[in-house]
Every structure is written in C-alpha cells, then in structure tokens.
C-alpha cells in the first residue's frame, strides 16, 4: 500500500470519529457500570481482554512486518504503545474487581473492531512510512509529546489504582472515589488516558496517531461524561463541584 492510499483510510477513520462523537454522548455503551443485558453475555474480564489484545497483536505484527528503516525512535513508539496495550489488556484487566460481572457480546465485537483498525493503522504506519532521525530526541514536539504522554500515563494508572483500592475482598457495588485528581472530576483516569495519547500524536507528530487520539476523546470524553450523571444519580452526597473529565471545564 502507498501512503497516499494509506493516508485516505486514516482519514476516514477519523471522519467516522467525528460522526460517532455526537452519538456517544447520547447514547451509553452498556458495560461497565452501565451495563443492561442485551443479547449473549459474557465475563466481564475475558470480554476485556478480547477487546484490547487485537491492538496489541496487531501493532506488535504490522510493525515487525514493515519494511520502512528503523531508528531506535520507532521501537520508543512502539513500545510505548505495546506497554499501555499490556498493561490495558492484562495487568489491569486482572486485577479488577468483577467476580460475576458480565458484559454484552456486542460490546465485545464493537470494540473488537475499533481495536483491529487503530493497532493495524499504527503499527502499519510506524513498521512502513514513519521518519524519525535522531535529531528528533530534541524536536520540541517530541519532547512536549513524551512529556504530556507519561503524565498523562501517570495519571490513567493512579487514578484507576484508587478505583481497584475502593472495593474490599469480596465487595460489590460501587463507592465515591476521592483523592488525586478525583477532587476535581469523575473519571481522571479517562482523563489521564486522553492525555497521554494526544501526548502520543504530539511525539509521532503523524496522522495515524492523531486519529487515534481524536478517537481516544471522541470515545472517552462521552464515557466520562456517562459516569458523571451516573454518580450524581446514586449518590446524593457525591460532591457537586467535580466536573465529568476535564478540570474545570467539562
């Protein structure tokens, strides 16, 4: 594939985000603690771990396969990505806390789907038309991007730590979550993770990324959204002075 041809898939990728943005914040993907039973069901944590091991997979199998020049700047890329991806699919996958919970098929597939184009869009860039010399260690760009990625990668994990801790052995339900940047929004996790991934296309400095994180918002700034009014709803004492995602603004 030549790059124009590529080009032109990424942006309709991207298209497709900015159509289903509007839609998200609508209408509530029913998993998590919103989940409604809607067809097949399955365990909740093997529901995750397919939907998250084809960006993984396909990242890692794209950019070995490619056959553009490697620097040691596309495997910091690629790493950067497998290592969310491991973490997101297996690490903390595990360790949550849904003994008995479910999710819809359907969420499954969606997201599925989602994952098998970002990880082949990104690791289908990196592996064949990505450029990076070494004078891009000091490119501004790339050090604001890795900046902003690792603080943001901070912040996603920290906060879903705190999440994990808020359940004792053998607990269900949900609690109100405080500390960090929880005493300012509902869901800084989500937050972290449009961070770091805007971080990302800051540091690649590519259209492939850029997608992925205009995807990363279209999808989680909805989702945190979500959780906010779901809060406000079950909890009459949940603090009225967060926010959804973004401090101080949304």
Same mark, same amino acid.
């Given at each position: ?9 990424? *942006?309709? +990728? ?9 839609? %998200? ?10 989940? @409604? ?10 529901? =995750? ?11 890692? *199998? ?9 620097? /040691? ?7 950067? /990505? ?14 949550? @806390?849904? @003994?008995? !919970? ?26 064949? /038309? ?5 004078? =891009? ?27 994990? $801790? ?8 949900? @609690? ?6 929880? !005493? #300012? ?17 800051? %540091?690649? +400095? ?5 997608? /992925?994180?205009? +995807?990363?918002? %279209? ?11 779901? #809060? ?5 004492? *949940?603090?009225?002075?967060? $926010? ?5 603004? =949304?």
């Amino acid at each position: 594939m030549i790059q124009e041809d590529f080009n032109i898939i990424v *942006y309709i +990728w991207i298209g497709l985000a900015i159509i289903v943005f509007p839609v %998200a914040l609508l209408i509530t993907a029913p998993y998590g603690r919103h989940t @409604k039973r809607i067809g097949k069901m399955i365990p909740n944590k093997l529901g =995750w771990i397919l939907m998250e091991i084809p960006s993984l997979a396909l990242c890692i *199998y794209f950019f070995v396969n490619g056959t553009a020049e490697k620097t /040691f700047l596309h495997y910091i890329f690629v790493s950067l /990505f497998v290592l969310h991806y491991l973490n997101r699919t297996f690490i903390w996958s595990l360790r949550t @806390k849904t @003994k008995g !919970k479910q999710m819809p098929l359907i969420i499954t597939f969606s997201g599925i789907f989602f994952n098998l184009i970002n990880g082949s869009i990104i690791g289908y860039y990196l592996g064949n /038309f990505a450029v990076y010399e070494a004078s =891009w260690l000091y490119d501004p760009r790339f050090i604001t991007g890795i900046t902003l990625f690792f603080i943001g990668a901070y912040i996603n994990i920290s906060s879903d730590n705190k999440l994990l $801790k808020l359940r004792e052995p053998g607990e269900t339900g949900y @609690k109100i979550p405080y500390g960090g940047l929880f !005493k #300012y929004v509902s869901a800084p996790n989500l937050f972290g993770e449009i961070i770091e991934w805007t971080g990302y296309a800051i %540091a690649t +400095w590519s259209l492939p990324t850029a997608s /992925f994180a205009i +995807w990363t918002f %279209a999808n989680l700034l909805p989702r945190g959204t979500a959780h906010h009014k779901w #809060y406000l709803r079950n909890f009459k004492d *949940y603090p009225r002075k967060r $926010k959804a995602i973004i401090p101080k603004i =949304w």
